[in-house]
Structure formats: C-alpha cells, structure tokens
C-alpha cells in the first residue's frame, strides 16, 4: 500500500539457528540495498577503563558473550566512568564486503535508585560519537544511532581500517 512514511521497521529472526537472512530488502524509490551482512564484533580488550569488573580483573571479559549472560558484568558506583573497549576485527577484504555503518549497543541496567543513564557509542582515533539513555531497573540492550559515517573522517563512510580501529565506549551518567 501507499505510505508517506516509515518511522519504523522491525526484523525479527526465526530463532533456533544461528543465523537469519534479510536479502534484496528495498526503501524509497527503487533504490536496492542488494546483499546485506551484519558482521557481528565483540569486545577484545580494554583500551581504557574505569568501571569495576564483578569478577575477574578484564572488563572487555565480561561483556563479550554472545548471546548475553547477565551473571557477570561491570558496575559504575558514580558518574563518568568511561570504558572504552577494543572489537574483534574483520578481514573485508577477503569476504569482499564493503563495512558500511556501525551500530554500538550496550546491555545495561540499574540495580538501585532512579535518575541514572549510560551513554554508548563510538570512539575513532579520539572522536566519539554516543548517545545517553536512561536506565531501566531490568536488563535492557541500550544503542548509539547507526554510524555511517567515520567520526574522524570529515563526513567520510567508514573503510576496513577506520571500522577496525573504532572502539565501543560506555559511560555513566
């Protein structure tokens, strides 16, 4: 049918499998996305930390299970705590694929009191981009908008290196 907009679409997954595939999916006016991949990137490393590991002494360890396992996580007691975590990386190149937006997302919540958020989002070579949220008392996936374009590139779509190079970043709030 005829629409003027769209403010949202959801793809849900089949479940059971490990994979689900969304192919030759169209918005606007002809214009074909063709073959989309979402490459999935985990934390790695720490670059830089503040919050507090509930177990361990790693932070990036405890936020990079797929799927997710709340039984471990990181705790901020105050405000402006700031984590940066380094992702895996992909090889593009050799999978022939172009990387064409980023997506940051955290799954946090708070565990007492009102008022907190987190803020999510990107670093690249020392540019961030983030979002804040406020906190649910429940388990929750907070995001950052998709990133199309690299931070530290002047307006400039991301390439193998810069998408490589970018780090998550969460903070308290």
Do not use: C, K
Not at 70 to 94: P, V, W
């Amino acid at each position: 049918g005829a629409a003027d907009t769209v403010d949202y679409v959801y793809i849900y997954g089949g479940g059971g499998s490990s994979y689900d595939y969304v192919d030759d999916l169209v918005f606007g006016y002809g214009g074909l996305l063709g073959s989309l991949r979402v490459r999935e990137r985990v934390p790695n490393r720490d670059a830089s930390v503040a919050w507090t590991p509930s177990a361990g002494s790693d932070n990036y360890a405890l936020v990079d299970e797929v799927p997710p396992n709340d039984a471990d996580y990181n705790i901020a007691n105050s405000d402006g705590l700031l984590d940066q975590l380094g992702l895996t990386t992909i090889d593009f190149a050799t999978l022939e694929e172009v990387p064409v937006a980023l997506m940051p997302w955290a799954r946090a919540q708070m565990n007492e009191g009102t008022g907190d958020s987190i803020t999510v989002g990107l670093d690249s070579n020392g540019t961030a981009v983030n979002t804040q949220s406020a906190l649910s008392t429940a388990w929750e996936y907070y995001f950052h908008r998709t990133a199309v374009e690299d931070p530290d590139g002047g307006g400039q779509p991301w390439d193998t290196a810069s998408a490589n190079a970018a780090e998550l970043t969460y903070e308290s709030a």
